[in-house]
């Protein structure tokens, strides 16, 4: 009797556009935006336990983190700003881990999200950033989750601070963002932020 083998694991996910990407080797031929921002609009924030009667998506995070990215970078140009628009983008396959979890699971999450990522700048043709636009990101990025933790997610401001850091005064048009959507919208205002960056 011959014996049967299960065949390898499945590393591929199949998106809505018609791709199979690879999660443990993406290809940047197998990047599409359209599947970004579906997907990132369907991602919540925070394990979903945000304040609303919408999950605030990882879609508007994105669109959070750009505007903060701008406000304290006046001088940003739009490749910049298609780069604080992107840094979520491999949570489109891979979900949205908080970062405790991240933490305890360890090196194998990041190379993945490392790999997705560098997959994405090249499908979109943005470089891997330079030290200042990385600290940037990251700057942004904490005073986003400042904000998304205070005003949805129900954290004191001492908390917040301890955590993430001090945010800066905004303004309300940035502020506004922190509001959640409904997913269409979301996933519509990704989408149309990336094909204004695109064609400035």
């Known amino acids: 009797m011959s014996e049967t083998h299960d065949p390898a694991p499945r590393a591929w996910q199949r998106m809505l556009s018609g791709r199979r990407l690879d999660l443990l080797d993406p290809a940047p031929r197998d990047i599409e935006i359209a599947d970004i921002a579906h997907g990132l609009?369907?991602?919540?924030?925070w394990n979903g336990q945000?304040?609303?009667p919408h999950v605030f998506?990882?879609?508007?995070h994105s669109l959070l983190v750009e505007a903060v990215g701008r406000h304290i970078a006046p001088g940003c140009t739009d490749p910049e700003g298609l780069e604080l628009l992107l840094h979520d983008a491999p949570e489109y396959v891979v979900g949205d881990i908080i970062s405790p979890l991240?933490?305890?699971?360890?090196?194998?999450?990041?190379?993945?999200?490392?790999?997705?990522?560098?997959?994405?700048?090249?499908?979109?043709?943005l470089a891997e950033p330079a030290p200042a636009l990385g600290r940037l990101v990251k700057r942004a990025d904490r005073i986003a989750a400042h904000i998304e933790a205070v005003e949805l997610a129900g954290f004191t401001q001492d908390e917040a601070v301890r955590y993430f850091g001090d945010a800066p005064d905004l303004p309300e048009s940035v502020r506004a963002l922190a509001e959640p959507w409904p997913t269409a919208q979301a996933e519509a205002q990704f989408l149309d932020r990336f094909q204004a960056l695109c064609r400035a």
């Open 41 to 45: 609009a369907r991602v919540a924030r």
């Open 50 to 52: 945000t304040r609303g």
């Open 57 to 60: 998506s990882v879609a508007q």
């Open 102 to 125: 991240k933490a305890a699971i360890g090196d194998a999450y990041r190379g993945v999200e490392l790999r997705l990522l560098a997959a994405v700048r090249g499908r979109f043709g």
